[in-house]
């Protein structure tokens, strides 16, 4: 660390401020079959297209953005790829961001598993048992865990950077656009948002998107969902 940046960081300095564009990438053919739908790499159902035509409009996801993530998986590819083609090659695909891994319940649903011993204490406690093949609960937890922290020290950066170099301490407000799956996105509400629980927290639906006003201070992140 160099000593300018050593001074800024023992400095109290206001907390940085990120607009965090969440969009859930568009139905697949799973989806609509209600099949579950982890790591397995489908792509978009062609029916996405008019679902992710009116997300292209919204402003939400056609102003600039000063970090673009996606999941790695082809379906949200697909979906960044349609409602913001100029983002594609300066986006970062993150397998972080990918849905958890449902291992050997991939591509089942409901009904088929209902009768599976296993599958009924999964679903009754996720947090301690894990589908054969698959991924625990601590691990998915982690890695977004591993993400939400690397982008506040990346904003971070930045922020101590515009200071330096400005000779000036200030908030820096910037939009970040996020790519990915339906189960990502509750796990962040539910880190976040004090009160949410993965269970208790809202997805928005295949194709559409939600945003979150971010604040990190003193390595932490907290949110507003109020709109203010």
Same mark, same amino acid.
Not at 58 to 69: G, H, I, K, P
Not at 115 to 120: A, I, T
Not at 146 to 153: A, C, M
């Given at each position: ?10 400095? +109290?300095?206001?907390?940085? %401020? ?8 568009? !139905?697949?053919?799973?989806? =609509? ?14 029916? =996405?297209?008019? !679902?992710? @035509? *009116?997300?292209? !409009? ?25 409602? @913001? ?5 300066? =986006? ?6 990918? %849905?958890? #891994? ?13 009768? #599976? ?20 609960? =601590? !691990? ?15 904003? %971070? ?14 908030? /820096? ?11 990502? /996105?509750?796990?962040?509400?539910? *880190? ?10 809202? +997805? ?12 990190? *201070? ?9 709109? #203010?």
């Amino acid at each position: 660390m160099d000593m300018d940046r050593g001074l800024m960081l023992d400095m +109290a300095f206001p907390s940085i %401020e990120l607009e965090l564009v969440l969009v859930r990438h568009g !139905q697949t053919q799973w989806n =609509a079959e209600h099949r579950y739908l982890g790591h397995s790499d489908l792509p978009l159902l062609s029916s =996405a297209v008019e !679902q992710l @035509s *009116q997300l292209k !409009q919204q402003s939400e996801v056609s102003n600039d953005f000063w970090c673009v993530f996606c999941s790695d998986l082809l379906r949200c590819r697909e979906t960044l790829a349609y409602i @913001s083609p100029s983002l594609e090659k300066v =986006a970062v695909y993150d397998p972080r961001l990918r %849905e958890i #891994n449902f291992g050997a319940f991939e591509g089942c649903t409901y009904e088929e598993l209902k009768d #599976n011993s296993l599958y009924r204490r999964w679903i009754d406690n996720p947090s301690t048992i894990t589908p054969p093949d698959g991924e625990t609960w =601590a !691990q998915f937890d982690e890695r977004l865990r591993s993400f939400l922290s690397d982008l506040g020290r990346g904003a %971070e950066d930045t922020f101590v950077q515009a200071a330096i170099s400005e000779k000036k301490a200030e908030v /820096i407000t910037n939009r970040v656009l996020v790519v990915t799956h339906g189960g990502v /996105i509750r796990n962040f509400l539910a *880190q976040l948002i004090p009160g949410v629980t993965f269970y208790s927290a809202v +997805a928005p639906s295949p194709g559409t998107a939600m945003v979150l006003r971010l604040f990190w *201070q003193n390595g932490q992140w907290s949110a507003d969902i109020s709109g #203010n």
